[in-house]
């Protein structure tokens, strides 16, 4: 799989990515936008920030000090840094954005952030419902989270494994070219159309209601 290059790339303060994929991401990326603390992963990895956002937290006094005209202090509790640092980028017209970082440590943490794509991509859509190129996605050490708020086909290959998940109950999901057939499949539980298999080169997700969260291995 080819990484999903993005002309902005937030890093999250959970655990800084290892795979080459996300890695790719972030040497792509035009903007890096840190969520706090995470400027300090970031720059061990060799990496610069270009903004740091969030409520600053969890940001040493030496970091402070050496990016204080690169800070962006959003004082708000109502929402993590995540969706603070997705806010700012939406704000300067980045509607183009890779997520990276925002899984592997706290089990919490990892939920909330997947939680918020739905959000994000809704976002998005509301802005941009007819131009091309808006997107979100989140990458992990493992594959790419990608929201689907509408029926759509996903590119893929043969054993690649497919994971879907509801944000909404009573979805109903037709999906071809997995493994294990969804025909008008109700969701009502989470895990219920988890641990599929993509069949080739793509597969069709259709669907009504949702948003739906969309996990493929690489």
Known sequence: MNPPLSKCVIV?????PSHPLPLAALRAARRVVCCDGSVEKLEAAGFAPDWIVGDLDSLSDASRARHRDRLV????QE?????????FCVEQGWHDVVIVGATGLREDHTLGNLAWLADFAQTLHALDSARAGSRVVLLTDTGIFTPALASMQFRSHAGQQVSLFSFGPGVQVYAEGLKYPLDQVPFTRWWQAALNEALGEAFKLVFEG???LV????
């Not at 996990?215 to 690489?218: D, I, K, L, P, V």
């Open 215 to 218: 996990f493929q291995t690489y």
């Open 210 to 212: 949702g948003p739906l």
């Open 12 to 16: 999250a303060h959970g655990a800084f």
């Open 73 to 76: 202090a959003v004082a708000e």
């Open 79 to 87: 929402t993590n840094d995540l969706a603070k640092a997705f806010r």
